[in-house]
């Protein structure tokens, strides 16, 4: 019996991926959700994030366990997209923060580039059903579920 339950979930998740090397379908809104830190510390975000055909935009909150906002930040700039691979060019960044278990304080940071300065943060993307994970280079992750497209 739980054989059959455990293939039926591959197969199920399997049947939800795209086809390798097929773009993931990240247009749209989404809200955030979690923050999963390399570490293994989680914390609640609350904000959005859209994707354009080529445009990226995020504000986001991470709130602690009390429900205070400790970090925020805005953020915005171009992308490319080749299946799971999603690379962001960084704009504009709007960020400041409170130290929290396994992130550095944060001073008040405020920048704007041209695209040819922007650095690229080549991360990765999985959308599955309505939850889109981020997948940094630094190994943390971000969990949004879809608000609109």
């Known amino acids: 019996m739980f054989g059959r339950v455990v293939l039926t979930m591959i197969l199920l998740s399997v049947k939800a991926a795209p086809a390798f090397g097929q773009d993931q379908d990240v247009q749209g809104a989404w809200n955030a959700e979690t923050y999963f830190l390399k570490d293994g510390a989680e914390h609640r975000v609350e ?8 445009d990226w935009q995020v504000v986001f ?3 602690d366990g009390m429900g205070e906002i ?3 930040s805005a953020e915005g700039g171009t992308y490319t997209l080749d299946g799971e691979g999603l690379t962001f ?6 960020s400041t923060g409170e130290a929290m278990e396994g992130l550095e304080e944060a001073p008040l940071r405020m920048v704007y580039r041209d695209l040819e300065d922007a650095p690229q943060e080549p991360s990765s993307v999985y959308v599955a059903g309505d939850e889109l994970t981020l997948a940094f280079p630094s190994g943390n992750r971000l969990l949004f579920r879809r608000s609109s497209r």
């Open 70 to 72: 400790k970090r925020g």
């Open 89 to 94: 060019w960084h704009l504009h960044n709007f």
């Open 61 to 63: 909150f991470v709130v």
């Open 47 to 54: 904000g959005r994030i859209f994707f354009t055909d080529s």
